[in-house]
């Protein structure tokens, strides 16, 4: 019997995580692949990402369109709110046996809405993570508190997971999926992004995403302006900048970052969206990463590349020893980019990598257990943990 799996994704960076498991989902006989994709794929201002995944070969079953022009608080309450909804229409269609979704998006968190209420089992992935600055932390607990099956990305989030209630038996550490890519993807070389972006590769150069912290007391434009600040100090340093998420407060993020690229004319790049190939290998080429992605905690340590993570958005995330937390004044940008450039990080171990490809693993798991949408409370006694 064939297994109809719904893959949802609202986001580039999200879609960069999944690439490779779409790909083996597809290639497996006894599965039925539905891709759903939302949000900012959808928008010309965020690069309008869905022609990637398109240009990958993947077929997109349902384009929905849930993004209102505004950035506001309510704005993305409201996005949400029409999410959901579509999305409810969107999987009565489809139908399928079990969808799944990845991390703390409030688009994830509106299509994981529509499925509980329509009884259709979720797998959530990149769940029992913390990141205390953002607003994402606690849509990541309430997507959990949602699915019926967890793939976690090392040993203490399966922890934590089963500590908010799910039953061990449907927690599975299978590491992160950016390791799929770092082991199967032959990225581009130097030259070549040099010549798709005009912009010399060869020089040294530093790596910016800067999100806004939906949940700190940050003023990301004043943050923004330190990180620039800070950066004056490396006169040597061109930097490398891809637009933040469409969260509340992006709009004036990208505004910044626009008028800092005037600035800086030819000594910066800024894009919409690199693509994963070319923003995993303008990682490796980098001399850190800077700002507060998790991609500078999750992905820059596979490529032994030190990362400096300004301010609160990711406080509480699992971390190599090659990311640098850093405050949010020019001072402490300053000196935490010294020590990045200053020190070598070539032993370097990632505690998201588990030895073994993610995303065949989560296949196997998908058809080797029972996926029913209804579950029970796990209470913890001592010994289980």
């Known amino acids: 019997m064939t297994l109809k799996v719904a893959v949802f994704t609202g986001t580039r960076a999200e879609y960069g995580l999944l690439r490779y498991l779409l790909t083996d989902l597809e290639e497996a006989n006894e599965i039925e692949v539905r891709l759903i994709v939302s949000g900012s794929h959808l928008s010309p201002e965020f690069g309008y990402t869905v022609a990637e995944i398109e240009s990958d070969g993947f077929r997109v079953d349902e384009k929905v369109e849930i993004l209102l022009s505004s950035s506001t608080k309510v704005g993305v309450a409201k996005s949400l709110g029409l999410g959901t909804m579509s999305f409810a229409e969107t999987l009565d269609r489809l139908k399928p046996d079990v969808l799944i979704v990845l991390g703390d998006r409030y688009e994830a968190l509106a299509m994981a809405q529509a499925a509980l209420m329509l009884e259709i089992p979720i797998a959530h992935l990149h769940g029992g993570e913390i990141s205390r600055g953002s607003l994402d932390d606690s849509i990541r607990h309430m997507i959990t508190k949602a699915s019926a099956l967890h793939f976690v990305s090392n040993e203490q989030h399966r922890q934590r997971v089963i500590q908010m209630g799910e039953s061990p038996s449907r927690v599975f550490n299978v590491g992160a999926l950016v390791c799929d890519h770092v082991l199967r993807t032959s990225r581009a070389t130097g030259p070549v992004l040099t010549e798709k972006f005009d912009f010399d590769f060869s020089v040294p150069f530093c790596m910016l995403t800067y999100h806004p912290s939906t949940f ?111 405050g949010t004044s020019v001072e402490e940008i300053t000196r935490a980019i010294g020590k990045a450039v200053e020190v070598s990080w070539d032993q370097v171990t990632n505690p998201y990598f588990n030895g073994g490809s993610t995303s065949k693993a989560i296949v196997e798991l998908l058809l080797s257990n029972n996926l029913e949408s209804k579950k029970v409370f796990f209470d913890i006694v001592s010994e289980v943990l």
């Open 216 to 326: 700190a007391e940050e003023d990301p434009q004043v943050t923004l302006r330190n990180i620039f600040q800070a950066l004056r100090v490396f006169p040597n340093l061109n930097v490398v900048a891809t637009y933040p998420n469409a969260d509340a407060g992006g709009k004036e993020i990208i505004g910044a970052l626009r008028e800092a690229s005037e600035l800086l004319g030819s000594k910066m790049l800024l894009v919409e969206s690199l693509g994963i190939e070319n923003y995993h290998r303008a990682i490796e080429a980098s001399m850190l990463v800077i700002g507060n992605s998790s991609s500078g905690i999750i992905e820059a340590p596979f490529f032994r590349t030190p990362s400096v993570n300004v301010g609160s958005r990711q406080i509480g995330r699992v971390a190599a020893t090659s990311v640098i937390h850093s």
